[in-house]
């Protein structure tokens, strides 16, 4: 009887000891971006590298290729599986080339999300952009009218410089661009989409190439932070200043002394830590079985709400001139 007792006690004592030790283990999370070195998603890993100190048992292993390819992505991704991580949060150069080795994660039991440029639906769990897709697109197009007019004209001719062809945020937000320019500006004429590939010696060609193309352009749209950098001094450098402006998003650290110099008037973006912090947070939730179908707990950021077809939006994008610019440049 005794002994029976003395086991029994082992036993729980065992069983203890086992939860508190898978309790203590740590959530390793490859937080995937489009390419190193690019100021934008330095910021959101400042922002993964705060919900690990606030977790406590997050381990964030910020990763991606050199260049914005799929095949890049693709390594990086069956690496991350080889390390056995326990999640994996992407931001996709190509969301459908990338689903075969997402398919491949989530056989090996590891939970994927896509943050800021999407994945197809099979491809994750959830998607989520940093705000509503629709406004992104019908803020850029205000701020470009605003741009024209800074010029001095009514109306007249815009263009977009994009990311690479494949990146489902940039394509969405071209999309809706365009609604709002058919709905809403008559005034403005849509005469070229280019793509820089978010490089920025790619960007500054395709951006000299606009205004060699189109000398009647007034407004360059880059809806990507490499992009509008190198948009913003290719119109300086072919001193365009004041004959055509450089809108979209970007962020305030790289842009301020653009603004000092005229190529840009306003941009716009979100808080890019928070987007890198929400996705980290969201990763770790599903991990830990934490949230549902349909809501999923973000931290200090909130409960991300899922739609039907798993997309959440973060916060709404913020606009930047003269008057703020300096004030957030030491910020992101
Ligand atoms: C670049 C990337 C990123 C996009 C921002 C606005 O940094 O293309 O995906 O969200 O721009």
């Not at 610019?325 to 030491?330: K, L, S």
Request: net charge negative; charged share 20%; aromatic share 6%.
């Amino acid at each position: 009887m005794f002994t029976k007792f003395k086991t029994l006690v082992a036993i729980s004592a065992l069983t203890l000891a086992v939860t508190s030790v898978q309790a203590a283990e740590t959530v390793r999370i490859g937080l995937v971006v489009k390419a190193l070195g690019i100021g934008f998603f330095e910021a959101a890993h400042e922002g993964a590298k705060e919900a690990a100190a606030e977790m406590g048992d997050i381990e964030v292993i910020y990763t991606g290729p050199t260049t914005t390819t799929a095949e890049g992505q693709i390594e990086t991704i069956n690496a991350l599986i080889a390390q056995k991580v326990d999640a994996i949060a992407v931001s996709a150069n190509d969301g459908d080339a990338l689903v075969p080795i997402l398919k491949k994660a989530k056989s090996r039991g590891i939970k994927v999300i896509s943050w800021d440029s999407g994945v197809a639906d099979e491809g994750r769990i959830l998607h989520l952009n940093p705000s509503s897709n629709a406004l992104i697109g019908a803020m850029c197009v205000q701020l470009a009218d605003d741009a024209v007019k800074a010029t001095g004209a009514q109306s007249g001719e815009v263009a977009i410089l994009s990311a690479t062809p494949t990146s489902t945020n940039q394509n969405i937000w071209i999309e809706e661009m365009k609604k709002t320019l058919k709905a809403k500006y008559p005034n403005l004429t849509l005469v070229a989409t280019v793509y820089g590939d978010d490089l920025s010696d790619k960007s500054y060609r395709e951006a000299v190439g606009l205004m060699k193309s189109y000398p009647n352009l007034k407004a360059i749209i880059a809806p990507t932070t490499v992009g509008i950098l190198a948009a913003a001094q290719a119109v300086e450098d072919q001193k365009m200043v004041g004959k055509i402006f450089v809108t979209g998003l970007g962020l305030p650290s790289e842009l301020a002394g653009h603004v000092d110099l005229n190529s840009i008037k306003s941009f716009a973006i979100w808080n890019p830590i928070d987007l890198g912090y929400s996705a980290t947070m969201l990763a770790y939730n599903l991990v830990k079985g934490n949230g549902s179908a349909t809501s999923v707990p973000m931290g200090r950021m909130g409960t991300a709400q899922l739609d039907a077809t798993g997309n959440a939006a973060m916060s709404d994008p913020f606009i930047y001139d003269a008057s703020n610019v300096h004030q957030f440049a030491d910020i992101f």
